[in-house]
């Protein structure tokens, strides 16, 4: 075994070998610019860029011309909601999300309140799941998108996305979904969803990190966001700058890969966090479980420790194993996580929450090592008292 194990797939997944051997020769010998396809130079990292295209419209039940490349989900979802917001300014002033979004959708819908604009956060079960009533009660005649992640990056919970397009469409109101967690893990179907636009990352999905795709359904005319870069004139005016073509090759391969493999890792992961949780039960209560029981990401488990701080946990374990404590962008920030607080928990769970995320390299050996190391420090930690604490 390789010390510390890696268990903070939801921060990000390493690159899986295959994906690096696609990716090499657009490092080398392919460097061409995608745009300059006057030469061969050009033309075949265009070629090679549209046959990624191709691959990750099919991996969602999409058209290929849907498919924005760019930096990855937090700069999609900036696209998509700040783009939607200025098309639409003569239309509507006012975006629908929910409480437990990203920070990359919340710190922008906080920006649009900034100028002016009127933003509906809609809340949560205890389990995250975004309450379908509150948002239809929320949608008026100026509501221009919704904004709801298909599963949510510190808990798992996936959302009942199909509903909520439903919903949108009911209204004749655009829907974005947040997909970074979702996408390669579980099925996605742009048509099923009824999604006008969806964020996608590479390095979720064993892809490299710094690309990742805008969904945009461009058959609806009103879902084509205005761009947030403007430049050349890119990837149909949405998003300029030339383009990442080893990366996209990557991500092509990476999700090509996910989805054909989707079943039987999903299957494992189920099986790992399954155990996990019954032994964390049964060795050291009171534990409690972040999130959904089922409706969850099965390489996702998020459990709260009693009276043990995370940050202390996550120190105790750190030569072994490496976990978190929840969004890899806000580690630096103290607060406790909102996404727990959300679903209407004190913030002494919040600071006791834990999260463990398998990746495909994971061993089943690993995973009974990572169970044990982690309930014995468990109850190591809830041993040692502060002599001025009961
Ligand atoms: C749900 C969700 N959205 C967006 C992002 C940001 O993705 P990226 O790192 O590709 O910008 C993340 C990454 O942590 C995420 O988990």
Known sequence: MKFPIYLD???????????????????????????????????????????????????????PEDIIFTSGATESNNIAILGIAEKHANKGDHIITCVTEHKS????????????????????????????????????????????????????????????????????????????QAAGHIPLDVEKMKVDLMSISAHKMYGPKGVGALYVRHSNLNAKPFPIIHGGGHEQGIRS?????????????????????????????????KYMWEVFKEKCSPVELNGHPEKRLSHNLNVSFEGVENKALIRAVSSKLAISSGSACTTLNVEPSH?????????????????????????????????????QTVNKLRKIKLPFLK
């Not at 809340?123 to 975004?130: E, R």
């Not at 996209?248 to 494992?268: C, L, S």
Request: glycine share 6%; aromatic share 10%; proline share 3%.
């Open 339 to 375: 996404v727990i607080l959300a679903l209407g928990f004190s913030p002494e769970r919040a600071h006791t929450a834990i999260r463990t995320g398998f990746t495909r390299f994971n061993t089943e050996e690993e995973i009974i090592f990572a169970t044990e190391f982690m309930f």
């Open 241 to 273: 700058g030339t383009l990442n073509v080893p990366g996209i090759v990557g991500f092509g391969k990476a999700f090509d890969i996910a989805v054909k493999e989707m079943n039987e890792e999903y299957k494992r992961f189920d099986r790992w966090r």
């Open 9 to 63: 797939s939801q921060a990000t997944t390493p690159l899986d070998p295959r994906v690096l051997e696609e990716m090499l020769p657009y490092f080398t010998e392919h460097f061409g610019n995608a745009s300059s396809i006057d030469h061969l130079y050009g033309s075949e990292a265009s070629e090679a860029v549209e046959n990624a295209r191709k691959k990750i419209a099919r991996c969602i039940n999409a058209k």
């Open 105 to 180: 959708v919340l710190d922008v819908c906080k920006h649009l309140e900034r100028i002016g604009k009127r933003v509906t956060y809609v809340p949560v079960d205890k389990f995250g799941i975004v309450d379908l009533k509150k948002l239809e009660e929320a949608i008026c005649d100026k509501t221009i998108l919704i904004s709801v992640m298909t599963a949510n990056n510190e808990i798992g919970t996936i959302a009942p996305i199909n509903e909520i397009g439903e919903i949108a469409k009911k209204y004749g109101v655009l829907f974005h979904t947040d997909a970074a």
